[in-house]
């Protein structure tokens, strides 16, 4: 008897502790449960039919996902999603990398050239893509035609020459993506200890060699990161193809229309709801698939100290 | 010999930086001169890159050019706060859970949560969009506010650091009478401000930024957000460069400004979440 006494009251204790854990988490919840997780299922659900949400709701069972495989507007807008993350992630890595080395040097002026650097990302895509869009401007007026007047180099009509123009979304996001990557990777140097540069200074390494054997290495964790983060962000853009090419066309010859602008234009444009759903399911299982082969082919190989 | 080798890679240092800070800021100098030049120096072949007259007439004619403007940026100032303000609740409320309760399915719940941010939002924007309209919250600002007013990383964040304070600190507070939600309110949530901070600007920048999902669940002027807004402006005044730049120089400066009131915790903020990542 004795023993079991505080046995119970424990339970009791556990039992009332539990219930009230769930009045904490109860808020987050519900909305988490209502808006995220839920709805996951249904969109799974809604790709099983044709359907406009409003009367019509054909069972259609896999034939959205068949039809996936077909539309060669989907695969089109697969593709220019695939080149604007090639166009971004590897370019924009390197470049953030080397901002945050030059930022990591004991230079004056640090925190202005900081802020300077990472401006463009506290500005809202839809205003700083209109501002972009006469950037962009195929005559004499638009901002790199006018640079490259000075250097005596030939303009183009960049938003409007299907060569040119995921070109020019991939400029704008790398100039706008920059900065954040670069305080990522600003911290990560820092926190490599100074011991090893000291160390392999005594060794006669330099620049480059210091960069090789120690930098790199050391900061492959943050490298790793900003990839996964990078990747998973490229494909899902949207609000920078809408607001530089708003017609449902997505750019001249379809060049820029990317998979959400594409969702978007099923769904909202042509009220094609269950296929809509399909189209991001077909994008969270890439993303999904990619995180995957990242996490077993790079993470493995990841350095942490 | 070194000592110049030093000389020059620090200037190459520099030149970099200027070369690279320059790069940054030009499209912000273009948007700037552009908005104040007149019709005569915005309709010639080539760029005018000093403009002669300063046209401020034309911030007046832009706000004027679409009515709506001041209702679109109380609605964005609006939601940004309100679901910032939920979002911080609902996130210390679950993160005190999960940081110091003992409770049946702790791991389960919190293993789930974690894979929700797995799911894109792209997913759920279809069946959001059909349970928003279902419920009649189209143009509402229950469809702009709700759905976002709980964050697995905004509780993930919180529960890092709620874990961090020593439990001593709780078995004193008991003696001195304190209850749970007492202890939350009076030693963990003023203890934590930094991290509120962070996490509020973020949410609060997030929420001004949004685009796709206000664009799908307004319809009217009344609830549009100045994102929407001003995308509907440059579809109207696509023609008009002057008015455009200084329609977007007013959608930006709330943000920018902002930044710099609270560059510390924003930069400090990103740092972190990118090494936890």
Known sequence: MSVSQPAVSSRRKFARETLEAYMYLAPALVIL??????????????????????????????????????????????????????????????????????????????????????????????????????????????????????????????????????????????????????????????????????????????????????????????????????????????TQAYVLWPSASGGPLGSTKV?????????????????????????FAIIFLLTLVQRNLVGSRVHYQ | MIGMRKTVGRGLVYLFLVIGAVAMLLPFYYMLSTSIKGPEELYVADLVWFPKHIVLKNYADAWNADPNFPRYFFNSAFIATVTTLLQLATSALAAYAFASFEFWGKEFVFVILLGTMMIPDQVTLVPNYAIISKLGWTDTYWALIVPWTASVFGIFMMRQFFQTIPRDMWDAAQIDGCGRFGYLWRVMVPLARPIFVTSGLFTFIGGWNSFLWPLIVTNTAKYRTIQVGLSQFNQEFGTVPNLLMAASTMAIVPLVALFFMAQKQFIEGIARTGLKG
């Open chain 1, 33 to 238: 449960l209502a808006f995220h997780i839920a709805p996951a299922f249904y969109a799974l659900y809604i790709s099983f039919f044709e359907t406009n949400l409003m009367r019509r709701w054909n069972f259609v069972g896999l034939a959205n996902y068949v039809k996936l495989f077909q539309d060669t507007d989907f695969i089109r807008s697969l593709a220019n999603t695939g080149k604007y993350v090639l166009g971004t992630v590897p370019t924009g890595m390197a470049l953030s990398l080397f901002a945050a080395w030059l930022l990591n040097q004991k230079i004056r002026g640090l925190a202005v050239f900081r802020t300077a650097l990472f401006l463009p990302y506290v500005t809202p895509v839809v205003a700083i893509s209109i501002v972009w869009m006469w950037i962009y401007k195929e005559d004499g007026s638009g901002l790199l035609n006018a640079i490259l007047a000075l250097f005596g180099a030939k303009g183009q009509a960049w938003l409007l020459d299907p060569r040119w123009a995921m070109f020019a979304l991939c400029l704008m996001s790398v100039w706008r993506h920059l900065g954040y990557n670069m305080v990522i990777f600003l911290a990560g140097l820092q926190n490599i200890s100074t011991e090893y540069y000291e160390a392999a200074e005594i060794d006669g390494a330099r620049g480059w060699t210091m960069f090789t054997k120690i930098t790199w290495p050391l900061l492959s964790p943050t490298t790793y990161f900003v990839t996964m983060v990078s990747v998973i962000g490229s494909f899902q853009v949207f």
């Open chain 1, 259 to 283: 998979v959400v602008k594409y969702l978007y234009d099923v769904g909202w444009g042509s009220f094609k709801f269950g296929y809509a759903a399909a189209i991001g399911y077909a994008l």
